[in-house]
């Protein structure tokens, strides 16, 4: 099809009127080559592209034309006043009979001649496009001066991003998960009014992710007439467990044990995140501050896949508070005390 316009509008084929109408106020509103003078020429690009999709989506004939034969089947759309019929030329090429408007026409008629205060010199042409150039955007390079002589404070904003925590368990950073959100929020409906909204996102929790992650949605937050929707950001939390503390990339247990089996030998039995059941013998004489690493079964790494943290096993002895004098003699001759 060449150009996907449905994408580049950021809706589905199945839009109706208020849907393109809504999806074209927020990206023109992202776009404007005037609100993005660091970037002004990548902005031109995709305001233009954008002026050209909605103007294509938004008139059923010209819509109906692009889903059956694509962006080339619109060149051999009849120019309008050609009472309907389509004409070649002499080179059998098509009459070029779409020529879309300028980007500044259409974004004039949501805003009125801009929704930074422009003055307007005509219908729904702002003032700064009146210089030489030609071409789409041939008004772009004029308008420098008028786009500083106004202050920061009458841009449209874009707010800072909205965040909220997503708690997961130890289970879930270990093997992985999908969280489904389900959010509320305004949006600016076609007229301008600010209606309520609930949507149902998805967030992919990715192996070995950590505490402090943050996954971000563009453009989620509520919408605010004149001002760029903020992000919404989800970050990781984790939620405390039972047996396993983390600690970056590994996981730690702490482990008690009797005197007896501190000095004679014991076997410890876990079982791991993902279900598996562990023995792991200790064979040396657990002395205080004694710790246990077991290679590769700390938390998957994220950035590794495949590579895993270690699991630290800390040792407790749990001394007893009382020996017979039978059991006294009998350390003593042991121990060759």
């Not at 009459?95 to 205060?117: K, M, V």
């Not at 800390?314 to 009998?330: A, I, N, S």
Request: glycine share 12%; net charge neutral; proline share 8%.
């Amino acid at each position: 099809m060449g150009v996907d316009y449905y994408n580049i509008l950021k809706v589905n084929k199945n839009a109706k009127d208020d849907d393109l109408k809504r999806s074209y106020r927020r990206l023109a509103m992202k776009w404007h080559p005037d609100k993005n003078p660091n970037n002004k020429k990548d902005a031109e690009a995709k305001f233009k592209q954008i002026s050209e999709a909605y103007e294509v989506l938004s008139d059923p004939q010209k819509r109906a034309v692009y889903d059956q034969y694509g962006e080339e089947g619109l060149k051999d759309m009849p120019p309008p006043g050609s009472g309907g019929f389509p004409f070649k030329n002499e080179s059998g090429g098509g009459s070029n009979g779409f020529n879309p408007r300028n980007a500044e026409d259409i974004f004039a008629e949501f805003f009125g001649s801009s929704p930074w205060g422009f003055g307007s010199s005509g219908p729904g042409r702002s003032t700064r496009f009146q210089s030489d150039g030609g071409g789409m955007f041939g008004g772009f390079g004029g308008s420098e001066n008028i786009f500083q002589s106004y202050s920061e404070g009458t841009m449209p904003r874009k707010p800072p991003p909205v965040e909220s925590k997503l708690p997961c368990s130890l289970e879930e950073l270990y093997a992985g998960s999908t969280r489904k959100m389900k959010i509320s929020r305004t949006v600016v409906d076609v007229n301008g009014r600010q209606v309520p909204e609930t949507e149902i996102l998805t967030i992919d929790v990715k192996p070995g992710w950590k505490k402090g992650t943050k996954i971000t949605f563009p453009d989620k937050g509520n919408e605010q007439p004149n001002q760029l929707p903020a992000d919404l950001v989800f970050v990781i939390d984790e939620k405390p467990h039972d047996i396993y503390k983390r600690d970056s990339n590994d996981l730690i247990v702490n482990h008690r044990v009797t005197l007896a089996e501190a000095l004679g030998g014991t076997t410890v039995k876990l079982t791991t995140l993902d279900g598996r059941n562990l023995s792991i013998p200790v064979t040396d004489i657990v002395s205080p501050g004694y710790e246990l690493v077991v290679a590769m079964e700390g938390m998957p790494i994220a950035k590794e896949p495949g590579n895993r943290g270690d699991l630290r096993i800390k040792f407790e002895v749990r001394f007893p508070t009382k020996l017979t004098p039978e059991q006294q003699d009998g350390l003593r001759s042991a121990l060759g005390g």
